[in-house]
């Protein structure tokens, strides 16, 4: 399905045979894998390199481990490239899966590979075991990007720009890297997990232009204690899209799905998840934008519900 996205909604459009076409031809694909209990992100530029926001499914070795792996046989199957990992902060279902993309040496995964990262503690914390590797392959393979109460600006291609900001490691809960990532006059925003107040810091600290997106990656799998209804406010989202699970706490909560959809009936929201009870409704979301108006105004996205690439 085609969307006009303006600031609260998403519009279905039926783009002429040449616009598809030149769409097609050209944009911005960000796939989000259904992970179970996890996150795992990909955004995907025009000349097939790509940067992975989150990679980690549950707390497991094994879990991880096949993640990681079905991750780089889909590099290598698609033909792209990986630049760089943002894993958000320091939890297994965000960020356990890196341990072993980062010891990969398939030659689809840049070497040396940046890491983009908040100084949240619990990155030096000596009693998370899976660290310990993460770390010494974080050392060998990458280079380490520490954003503390600190925005940067990273250009990844002449139209494509990336804002990646991060509160300070005085707060005590989930010092998330949030990215905002603009092509032409498309804006998406990526969240890790995160509380309320931190979102609000964020916001106040970095000004409301770097949130502002057509599209948001609602945090923490849904959990009522992110997505603030003021800061909703300055996002102003058309669409919306979660990575949930079965079972508690990687859910959709009403809460946060009230605030979303308080936007009005047109703004649309995707999961990874729907019913606990029916295998065919996990699924990996596929949104692409060519960052361009349609019928004058607003940016055309294209938005997919496919079978899970991976299973779990
Ligand atoms: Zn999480």
Sequence with gaps: MYYQVLSDEARVVHPSQARKNAFAAHHL????????????ILVVFPDNNCWLVDCGQGTGDRSNETLAANVVTYLERNGLHLDAIIPTHPHSDHAKAFTTILADPSPNITSPLTIYRSNDPGWSASDKKWLVPYRSAAASRGVDNVLEDKRIKVSIAPDILAQLFAGSSGKRFYISIFLQIQFHGARILFTGDAYKSYERGLRDRFGTEFFRADVLKITHHGSEHGTDEGVLRDILPGIAIASTGQGGGHRLEAETRDHIKAGGPRVRVFETFRDQNQQENKRDIILTTDGL???????????????????D
């Design 293 to 311: 108006p349609i019928n004058g105004a607003g940016i055309l996205y294209r938005v997919r519900q496919v079978a899970p690439e991976f299973g």
């Design 29 to 40: 694909e960000i796939r989000m894998f259904h992970g179970g209990h996890g996150e795992c």
